[in-house]
């Protein structure tokens, strides 16, 4: 079996549909892990939404979907006026407008997400989050962490279980080992051996004019693929 991990989306839904159609995971044989951030910034966040739960319905009990910065936004039952400010200045509207087309409004997701958003996903040699980690087990970071924290993953002072995230866009993915120092950018099309430790980010910054990136994770080895923003 594949484990399929893409990053975030952020309302590119034609991005989504041409990386699936390289990447090609298929029922009953792959798990797909969506990593979080499916809304905001883009224009095509209803279609995205579609999309995503065409795959649930789908891949059932293979489908994953990590709580983002954006969903966390949306599923909260009440923000502060900081937290409206930001989510306004990432994109809010942008969701907003997609819905409205079509008649119907954004806050109709909340109860799909509330079923399927997760914090974490492990397996045997790897595990997922949106944001960040600062140490083992998963379990005792706060949501903070998670789902909101964009300086942990740079300090690159976690040297624990290989861990795949999103949430900082990037040009390139990269591997950060956990020594303080060393990081790697790892490329399209490389079939490597998976790291047995640190962070690697596949935020390649779809929604800022980046691409989206997914991680094909198979027999302890991985490649990356990705597609243009729009």
């Known amino acids: 079996m594949r484990t399929v991990i893409i990053g975030d989306i952020h309302g ?11 990447v090609k995971p298929e029922v009953g044989q792959d798990k797909l892990v969506f990593l979080g951030d499916l809304f905001d910034r883009g224009p095509e966040s209803r279609e995205v939404y579609q999309t995503v739960k065409r795959l649930s319905e789908d891949f059932g009990n293979e489908f994953i979907l990590l709580r983002g910065n ?22 809010r509207q942008a969701t907003v407008n997609s819905f409205r087309k079509v008649g119907e409004a954004m806050e109709d997701t909340i109860p799909w997400l509330q079923e399927h958003v997760q914090l974490f996903w492990r397996a045997e ?36 279980k290989l861990t795949v995230t999103g949430h900082i866009a990037l040009e390139e993915a990269i591997w950060f080992t956990g020594d303080g120092e ?7 099309g490389e079939l490597r051996n998976l790291p047995e430790k640190g962070v690697l980010c596949i935020d390649t910054g779809c929604g800022k004019g980046g691409r989206l990136t997914a991680m094909i994770v198979q ?5 990356l693929l990705s597609e243009a923003e729009g």
Not at 12 to 22: A, M, P, T, V, W
């Open 182 to 188: 060393t990081t790697e950018v790892i490329r399209d």
């Open 219 to 223: 027999d302890e080895k991985f490649m």
């Open 70 to 91: 954006h969903e966390d936004y949306l599923l909260q039952p009440r923000l502060t006026r900081r937290q409206h400010m930001i989510w306004d200045h990432v994109g």
């Open 12 to 22: 590119y839904n034609g991005s989504l549909c041409s990386l699936l159609n390289k």
């Open 125 to 160: 040699t790897i595990q997922c989050v949106h944001a960040g980690i600062k140490v083992d087990p998963l379990e005792v970071n706060d949501i903070q962490t998670l789902v909101h924290n964009h300086d942990i993953v740079p300090e690159n002072h976690y040297a624990g």
